[in-house]
């Protein structure tokens, strides 16, 4: 079974950073397009970075010139460098996958969310 787990949340004051990490797990074959979305409470989850299998990316305004999004293709892994933080940045951070894997016995590619980590910026 597939899994994503997302690390490096937290608390952080405005103009500061944090780095979050996502690690895919499981019988895994192949690991596609990756990204980064968050949520607040009472609005629609949100796309903040995505990046390609060939590492292409693209940013929500919001976000671009302060957050960088990366991979390790070795370590399944992607990573939110996120630098000059704002208050509005708060939320809970999901990673986004699409991974390809065997299911009973089978090569299946489908999509999966981590469980998200915390996000808060303080003033």
């Known amino acids: 079974q597939v899994r994503l787990e997302e690390s490096g949340g937290g608390l952080a004051q405005a103009g500061g950073s944090l780095r979050l990490s996502c690690a895919a797990s499981?019988?895994?074959?192949?690991?596609?397009?990756l990204g980064w979305y968050r949520q607040v409470p009472g609005k629609q989850r949100e796309l903040v970075a995505r990046i390609t299998s060939g590492g292409g990316t693209n940013y929500a305004d919001s976000v671009k010139g302060r957050f960088t999004i990366s991979r390790d293709n070795a370590k399944k892994s992607a990573y939110l460098q996120m630098n000059s933080l704002k208050p509005e940045d708060t939320a809970v951070y999901y990673c986004n996958a699409d991974v390809g894997a065997f299911n009973n016995g089978y090569a299946v590619t489908q999509n999966y969310w981590g469980q998200g980590t915390q996000v808060t910026v303080s003033s």
């Open positions: 499981g019988s895994i074959i192949s690991v596609g397009d």
